[in-house]
């Protein structure tokens, strides 16, 4: 049997700030002798030679970090967008849920908008209608069913869309980052029920998503992109591992980038690790998290009565969160040649995002060293409060609970 999806050496190109508004013909034989040069000049690759099969039935994960083109290969999969080339083969019906909304009308009810979803995929009326029953259970938004979907919260979107997409007769699923949105249970049943679609059912399935967890639950083979090329593509648990070591790899780089450190005391290195020691990559909310920071002293002393610090910044510079030894009354001995720190988080506070952190040494007023954006890290979906809410980006938790100590 040939593979329900090929991807065969698939490209895809955008361009950067070109005007693409509608022009007259007269403009566009004006701009047409300069066009073709600029186009080469604000052409960037999005995707680069992408190829994998995927046989009936299988559930595959895309995952790699922002900007790395996952979103780009389900819509070109999904036939939102083209490739520039290259060649994708599907065969069988596919539902896509890219986004919350998508192929959703606002002005019509939650009904109305499973039977024109169900239109959209190729389903007969008939056929919706059979399914309509289990998909308006499923979804949880059976009071709300005859109204207008404007008035729906984004968690009762995805909650619809995703039971419309689950529940109507397609082989190919398609699903991007959406189950980020929404409560704890209805995550953990809309796992169960892609499971069930796919090991029972039959069903294949393409997952993007940052929870590297839910890709572990969920599927037996992913494929690592990282900057719009193919990294790996093979068993789940070898390619996240690969991930990780990417990830490890550019936060060592970024380490080592950093402006130049003045004085004897500097830092080595600093790695977010599990509570086994093995170097995490990215950050779930809610995690147990060890800090672990190296720091030499090339000086001709030990230095006593010392404060070592951590603050994470998000990307637009605000302070989302410092970790400092001295609050928890604790000060240290930096002896000579290379010590090492750890800050315990038994609940990493952030909401998912990009962020950046600052190391930083004193004693009293006195700052040995201070290390601007030493590192970058990424938090992801995650659970810190036992309801499985977390706040909104706009409103993270400043303070958490931290342990230090010395090796």
């Given at each position: 049997?040939?593979?329900?999806i090929?991807?065969?050496?698939?490209?895809k190109a955008?361009?950067k700030?070109?005007?693409r508004?509608y022009k007259?013909l007269?403009?566009?034989?004006?701009?047409?002798?300069?066009?073709?040069w600029?186009?080469?000049?604000e052409?960037?690759?999005?995707l680069?030679d992408?190829?994998?099969d995927?046989?009936?039935?299988?559930?595959?994960g895309?995952i790699g970090r922002?900007?790395a083109?996952k979103?780009?290969?389900?819509?070109?999969?999904?036939?939102i967008?083209p490739p520039?080339k290259?060649e994708?083969v599907?065969?069988?019906?596919?539902?896509?849920?890219?986004?919350?909304?998508?192929g959703?009308?606002?002005e019509l009810?939650?009904r109305e908008?499973?039977?024109?979803?169900?239109?959209?995929?190729?389903?007969?009326y008939?056929?919706?209608?059979r399914k309509?029953d289990?998909?308006?259970?499923f979804?949880?938004v059976?009071?709300?069913i005859?109204?207008?979907?404007k008035?729906?919260?984004?968690?009762?979107q995805?909650?619809?869309?995703f039971?419309?997409a689950a529940?109507?007769?397609?082989?190919?699923l398609?699903?991007?980052?959406?189950?980020?949105?929404?409560d704890?249970?209805?995550?953990?049943?809309s796992?169960g029920?892609?499971?069930?679609?796919?090991?029972?059912?039959?069903k294949?399935?393409l997952f993007v998503?940052?929870?590297?967890?839910?890709?572990?639950q969920?599927t037996?083979?992913s494929l690592l992109?990282?900057?719009?090329?193919?990294?790996?593509?093979?068993?789940?648990?070898?390619?996240?591992?690969?991930?990780?070591?990417s990830?490890?790899?550019?936060?060592?780089?970024?380490?080592?980038?950093?402006?130049k450190?003045?004085?004897?005391?500097i830092?080595?290195?600093?790695e977010?690790?599990?509570?086994?020691?093995k170097?995490?990559?990215?950050?779930?909310?809610g995690?147990?998290v060890?800090?672990?920071?190296s720091v030499?002293?090339n000086g001709?002393?030990?230095?006593h009565?010392?404060?070592?610090?951590?603050l994470v910044?998000?990307l637009?510079?605000?302070?989302?969160?410092?970790?400092s030894s001295?609050?928890?009354?604790?000060?240290?001995?930096?002896?000579?040649?290379?010590?090492?720190?750890?800050c315990?988080?038994?609940?990493f506070p952030?909401?998912?995002?990009q962020y950046t952190?600052n190391?930083?040494i004193?004693k009293?007023?006195l700052?040995?060293?201070?290390?601007?954006e030493a590192?970058?890290?990424t938090?992801?979906?995650g659970y810190?409060?036992?309801?499985?809410?977390?706040?909104?980006?706009g409103?993270?938790?400043?303070?958490?609970?931290?342990?230090?100590?010395?090796?």
């Amino acid at each position: 049997m040939k593979p329900a999806i090929e991807v065969k050496g698939v490209w895809k190109a955008y361009h950067k700030g070109v005007d693409r508004r509608y022009k007259s013909l007269r403009d566009a034989l004006m701009q047409w002798p300069t066009q073709i040069w600029r186009d080469k000049q604000e052409q960037f690759w999005a995707l680069q030679d992408i190829s994998f099969d995927v046989e009936h039935g299988q559930s595959i994960g895309i995952i790699g970090r922002n900007g790395a083109g996952k979103s780009t290969l389900l819509k070109i999969l999904s036939r939102i967008t083209p490739p520039t080339k290259g060649e994708v083969v599907l065969r069988g019906r596919v539902a896509s849920l890219l986004e919350v909304g998508t192929g959703f009308h606002p002005e019509l009810t939650g009904r109305e908008n499973i039977f024109f979803n169900g239109s959209i995929l190729g389903m007969k009326y008939s056929e919706t209608k059979r399914k309509l029953d289990e998909i308006v259970d499923f979804s949880g938004v059976e009071s709300f069913i005859d109204t207008p979907l404007k008035h729906y919260s984004s968690g009762m979107q995805m909650r619809l869309a995703f039971s419309v997409a689950a529940h109507l007769d397609a082989e190919i699923l398609l699903i991007d980052e959406v189950l980020a949105v929404g409560d704890i249970e209805f995550h953990k049943k809309s796992m169960g029920k892609m499971n069930d679609i796919s090991r029972q059912n039959g069903k294949t399935i393409l997952f993007v998503s940052h929870n590297l967890t839910q890709i572990r639950q969920l599927t037996t083979r992913s494929l690592l992109l990282d900057q719009g090329t193919p990294y790996g593509f093979g068993n789940t648990d070898d390619i996240i591992n690969d991930y990780y070591n990417s990830i490890l790899a550019i936060q060592h780089q970024q380490f080592d980038s950093t402006a130049k450190q003045s004085g004897d005391i500097i830092f080595k290195n600093c790695e977010f690790v599990d509570d086994i020691g093995k170097p995490i990559g990215d950050i779930a909310t809610g995690q147990s998290v060890h800090i672990r920071i190296s720091v030499q002293n090339n000086g001709k002393n030990d230095i006593h009565g010392v404060n070592i610090g951590l603050l994470v910044r998000n990307l637009q510079g605000n302070a989302m969160t410092g970790l400092s030894s001295n609050v928890e009354g604790v000060n240290y001995t930096i002896l000579k040649g290379e010590n090492i720190f750890i800050c315990r988080i038994d609940k990493f506070p952030l909401s998912p995002g990009q962020y950046t952190y600052n190391l930083i040494i004193t004693k009293g007023s006195l700052i040995y060293n201070w290390m601007k954006e030493a590192g970058s890290l990424t938090v992801t979906h995650g659970y810190f409060f036992e309801s499985g809410e977390i706040p909104s980006p706009g409103l993270q938790t400043v303070l958490t609970q931290q342990s230090w100590e010395k090796l």
